[in-house]
């Protein structure tokens, strides 16, 4: 079992940054892929990066590539999610997730096993 919690969220003015960090519990952290993802009033909960068990691969939907960067630091079972030139769409509920198995990264919600409780971002223009 995996708990999840997440922190750094806040308020930002446009162009600023955050850098969101997710603290997991449990011995068995590297051996998970993770995942961040956010969800606005009255959307679906949508994808937004992901990190391999290894930390070699990470994907990044088209919305925030080349303004955020997922990373993971497997000794404080943590992983990070550093935004930088915020932008008022960026604005949600921010979640991480974990995904058991020695596995890379997914887009689909669905393929994570636990999720954190959500720390909220609002971008300010």
């Known amino acids: 079992q995996v708990q999840l919690v997440e922190s750094g969220g806040g308020l930002v003015q446009a162009g600023g940054s955050l850098r969101l960090s997710c603290a997991a519990s449990?011995?068995?952290?590297?051996?998970?892929?993770m995942g961040w993802f956010r969800q606005a009033p009255g959307k679906e909960r949508e994808f937004v990066a992901t990190?391999?068990?290894?930390?070699?691969?990470?994907y990044y939907a088209d919305s925030v590539k080349g303004r955020f960067t997922i990373s993971r630091d497997n000794a404080k079972k943590t992983v990070y999610l550093q935004m930088n030139s915020l932008k008022p769409e960026d604005t949600a509920v921010y979640y991480c997730?974990?995904?058991?198995?020695?596995?890379?990264?997914?887009?689909?919600?669905?393929?994570?096993?636990?999720w954190g409780q959500g720390t909220q971002v609002t971008v300010s223009s």
């Open positions: 997730a974990a995904r058991e198995g020695y596995v890379i990264g997914s887009r689909s919600p669905f393929q994570y096993d636990y």
């Open positions: 990190i391999s068990w290894s930390g070699g691969s990470t």
């Open positions: 449990g011995r068995t952290f590297s051996s998970y892929a």
